[in-house]
């Protein structure tokens, strides 16, 4: 199994990003999907998540009306779209895989089987 996130990069505060995470060796529709982050210093924590159909979204409050998490499941690819960035956003963003998943256990780290390898995100002020 492999997840390959990407699309980060340097943006100003008020820009937009879209991540990416490409995933193989896996029947990606039978996959729930998050999103994560980790700020140096801090602990990786959950941004967002999608049930496999992508019917159902949930979102951390902190990124709620901001971000928006969609995927094709045609493609294998998960997305995360980020507008309105702040300095508070910067961290490396991880991908992450359940096959299944319960969506009340979705926004727990160690719910997921799979990872991917993190891109990183940097906001300036």
């Known amino acids: 199994v492999q997840l390959q996130a990407s699309g980060g990069g340097l943006v100003q505060a008020g820009g937009s990003l879209r991540l990416s995470c490409a995933v193989s060796g896996r029947t990606f529709s039978n996959y729930a999907m998050g999103w994560f982050r980790q700020a140096p210093g801090k602990e990786r924590e959950f941004v967002a998540s999608?049930?496999?159909?992508?019917?159902?979204?949930d979102y951390a409050d902190s990124v709620k009306g901001r971000f928006t998490i969609s995927r094709d499941n045609a493609k294998n690819i998960l997305y995360l779209q980020m507008n309105s960035l702040n300095a508070e956003d910067t961290a490396v963003y991880y991908c992450?895989?359940?096959?299944?998943?319960?969506?009340?256990?979705?926004?727990?780290?160690?719910?997921?089987?799979?990872w991917g390898q993190g891109t990183q995100v940097t906001v300036s002020s």
């Open positions: 999608i049930r496999r159909s992508g019917g159902t979204t």
């Open positions: 992450a895989g359940k096959v299944g998943g319960i969506v009340s256990a979705l926004r727990t780290r160690d719910y997921y089987e799979d």
